[in-house]
């Protein structure tokens, strides 16, 4: 019964999608304000919802953290109905032609964006990924489902009821938002193998949740999220700016993909800069973990073991080496990096551009905080999340990786020899 | 041990790529150049360990049809060798600044196109695929892993070994270019989960080995290769035009994925050009399987079933519908087809720009041959297949194809706030 009651959610996404793709941008628009409208309007709607949501999560022993990321209020609620708003002002990708040339038989050839069909995602905790998600394959011309957590299970039902059929108001199919509506496991794992009705699957989650639809999927994934990111400090770097720049990619917001887990520092700045720096990331409450030379030139930090090197703390700890040359930075990174973001802080012309060259991620920085690995930041105006795959999409994704193209193909009746 | 010795490749597929990454487009075609001499001047070699194949493949009973695709003449040798020599005169896309600009903090973001890493391709039995890839793989920067049908085993090996050690003598490591060295089921299996060593795979051959493929892999898949594809003969289309493109599609090689295989015609052209079409089809040794109205105008006709609409026969056979309307036979294409290349001879031009707009395919022509859809025929100057999915390519993939994009970020100290 699971399995045909999304099966069927996905032949009507099918078919929404269909009427969606050719909807213009003014529909569209005018949708993304309705559901912005019905957000506000209809807020204590949600916050009942997701009183339920609550209360089942703090029967369950949910984490602070886990019910924080859970709770929706006032406030909370307009910042969705925001970001739905923000949506608008953006330019709608689909109809771009993104190029278009003559062959020499006369044949015109052009290639155009046009939306992906129908996205399945797949996601945790915080229910403003309904609304977010929503918003995004809207504007982009996609139907989507959504597969939220079952600790927000009466959330994302009330902000999906809410949404579609605010969208519906405007004209939009009503099937081209919808929510799985069972919190059954299986519902997962019957959208992994749903190849005839999802064109594409975004988990958005934690390392287990991505790792098992990575693993499992038949449906094209883009992968999100993991970020094993570094910071490098070179010979001869400025050692206010690399204080500054370290502990702003670890301490902005430690719990996020784009922050550093390790400090690689070279050893001709490491006793110099070192011991100010450790000190500085204490008082931000900074747990540190060194290799041998660091534990030396540094007391009181504990030994890092092989595995702190290639774990993502997503906490307020750092993992520090100091290294012999940027060829060994480099190489470290290479062998322990999720290819999410890396900097290397320096004055050198040719070492940035050495960095640059051989670092293999989605963003590499010369001078700057990793942290701006996001698509608002990098000016894209939207984020769906950042991808660390290299096909399709890589790094912050903007509307443009909810879109594919097709070849529009003009003749007058030639034919090949 | 065959999973250690794979994998094993795989680590020097990985490291080769890493320094293949960097290297110039001069080194590269450099080494193309040499890749293509060698063919030549160690043809008897190759042509010697064709006939081990070609003797096995008598013995096993292979069709004539897969014998001809296995065989390798002198003259099939030079084609490869000039194939590698095309690739030269292509423009590298390797280092292409897609796009730059500057944020309001003073960050500049750089969008740099960079090759993929290590590509796996999967393949049946053509040994010129073994040139053909690893050419296109060099130029793009990319190492390549390949695993070739067990019947050209001995070809390939002595195709690899030549081409792999004439891009080593022009510097290119020797590990960029690799042959699995088994003809054992189970290499394709360590290949399709290794995420380590490949960022993605080709599958290339017939539908049986592309689901494979596609429902086991967890490594990036790029599917290619069905085509269910249809020609509409809409009311009012030119008869000539109609009949020279439907003749031209289905038989001038009906045995690839852009030959169509059901041609729809609206019921007001039916009576007038279906006898006449039917009639020159047949001279062309074409098999026609119609629907019951296709069956009433032309004598002669089996009975197409449901199964027909369904099949691609990569063939000498042709379904034909008559349909009552432009929506019927958008319809038809929406549920039966493969969705990669459908094609509408019209006359009228608001009916040619809906079929543009409604049909869902790889690629959409107004009164042309789909035998187009091609990346010689759309310009590219080379092809690694024709992608049938949406994600990364769709259509016909030329050298981009095998890139992928990383961020620059440039700054002076920038953090996030």
Redesign the interface.
Known sequence: MIKENILEQGRKAREAA?LL??MSTAVKNEALSKMALALEKKSEQIIEANAVDMERGKEKGLSRALLDRLLLTAERIEDMAEGLRTLISLSDPVGEIVKA?R?PNG?E?GKIR?P??VVGIIYEARPNVTVDAAGLCLKTGNAVLLRGGTEAFHSNRAIADIIASAAEDAGIPGEAIQLVQTTDREAVDVMLKM?DYL??LIPRGGAGLIQKV??NA?V???ETGVGNCHAYVDEGA?HQ?AK??VI??KT?RPGVCNAIETLLIHISEAETLLPGLAEDLRKNNVELRGCKRACQIVTGIKNASEEDWQTEYLDLILAIKVVDSLDEAVEHI?KYGSRHSEVIITQDYLRARKF???V??????????T???DGN???FGAEIGIST????A???MGLEALT??????????????
Chains 1, 2 share one sequence.
């Open positions: 269909r793709s050719n040339w062959r044949l050839v046009v992906l069909g190849n064109d594409v990575v693993k038949t094209p994934v883009i400025d700016m500054e720049i702003n990619a902005q290479h640059l060259k051989n293999d991620s989605a963003a590499v920085y010369v001078n700057a905080s942290r701006f690995t930041q990098f000016g795959q290299k096909l399709h890589r790094g912050p594919t193209i097709k070849y529009l193909v003009w003749g007058e009746g030639q034919i090949r020899c």
